[in-house]
């Protein structure tokens, strides 16, 4: 689903710290806190894992999964398309 490096990636693009990504999910902060220091894909709760995704894109980051389209290869992050 996401891994930690997406995370901290993600983070990095919006110019956030995991504070304000606990804030705007609508988790603790602790969570963020252990989320980030997992290795590989993030693992927790369904409905907490969404919420932080749904955030993440939300705010105009988009996920990059294995299998979507970039120009290069494995998992990643980028900017939304302004609408």
Same mark, same amino acid.
């Not at 290795?39 to 988009?62: D, P, S």
């Given at each position: 689903?996401?891994?930690? =490096? ?16 606990? #804030?705007?999910?609508?988790? *603790?902060?602790? =969570? ?8 590989? =894909? ?5 409905? =907490?894992?969404? #919420? ?17 389209? *970039? ?8 900017? #939304?398309?302004?609408?």
């Amino acid at each position: 689903m996401i891994s930690s =490096t997406q995370m901290r990636a993600a983070r990095a693009l919006l110019g956030i710290d995991q504070r304000q990504l606990a #804030k705007l999910a609508g988790v *603790s902060l602790p =969570t963020v806190q252990r989320m980030e220091a997992s290795h590989g =894909t993030v693992r927790g709760v369904v409905g =907490t894992l969404m #919420k932080v995704v749904g955030a993440i894109e939300a705010a105009g980051v988009e996920l990059i999964g294995n299998e979507q389209p *970039s120009r290069g290869h494995g998992r990643g992050v980028r900017l #939304k398309e302004p609408a």
